[in-house]
């Protein structure tokens, strides 16, 4: 029963004899061996449902509902751009968690980066920005992201919360992550970035925008 079979329709039937076989020992109080089948039986039912083309609706599907969720929150319509972002978040994770390796991993821990933000995650949103940062030498698309990540965590901080109503804490955390994203946001322009359309509208940067620092550096852009 180890060998798996090519054919999709044999892998089936397989998965389906193998949890009928772990019935059988489950209800003859064999646990342990009926555990055994079962972890075969997922095993199979998860390879049968991860494919390349999977994978690339999950990374769209991700996609797609940031940006509606931008859009809401854009609009003023809090509780729809956070189903919307949770819904992302949700997709990111699934996909690292199906398709650990491959070309495309590093892109999507960068949307699980900004994902995370959006949520009010924070601190592991600010992790995989520093990991990008390291990562970026003067590769402008790095930093960019790694820019946004760090802008989008100022706001992630006491998310919901009035300004008035964030703690000390909560201020000082806000203050270290716009330092961080100025900082790297020099390094962007620095490596020649110049897409200013970007920089000027797009809403992962909205925490960052009207800072003097940003606002002069988009000034020599025109």
């Not at 029963?1 to 020992?25: F, H, I, K, T």
């Not at 949770?86 to 892109?107: H, N």
Request: hydrophobic share 40%; proline share 3%; with cysteine.
């Amino acid at each position: 029963m180890q060998a798996e079979p090519n054919g999709r329709r044999a892998r089936e039937q397989l998965a389906l004899a193998l949890a009928a076989l772990g019935d059988e020992e489950l209800f003859d109080g064999n646990a342990q061996e009926a555990q055994k089948l079962y972890d075969q039986y997922v095993r199979l039912y998860h390879d049968l449902s991860t494919s390349a083309e999977l994978a690339d609706l999950l990374d769209k599907r991700g996609l797609a509902h940031y940006r509606s969720g931008a859009a809401a929150l854009s609009r003023g319509d809090r509780a729809a751009s956070m189903r919307d972002f949770i819904t992302s978040l949700q997709m990111r994770e699934a996909f690292l968690r199906d398709y650990p390796k491959g070309p495309r991993v590093l892109s999507v821990q960068v949307a699980l980066m900004l994902a995370q933000a959006r949520c009010g995650q924070h601190e592991g949103a600010a992790q995989l920005a520093d990991q990008l940062e390291r990562l970026a030498g003067k590769r402008t698309n790095f930093l960019f992201q790694a820019t946004c990540g760090y802008a989008l965590c100022i706001a992630a901080v006491g998310q919901g919360k009035s300004p008035g109503a964030l703690t000390e804490a909560e201020r000082k955390l806000q203050a270290r992550y716009k330092e961080k994203a100025l900082a790297v946001f020099g390094k962007l322009m620095a490596a020649g970035y110049r897409d200013r359309r970007q920089l000027a509208v797009g809403p992962d940067l909205d925490p960052i925008r009207d800072e003097p620092g940003f606002q002069s550096a988009l000034a020599k852009l025109k």
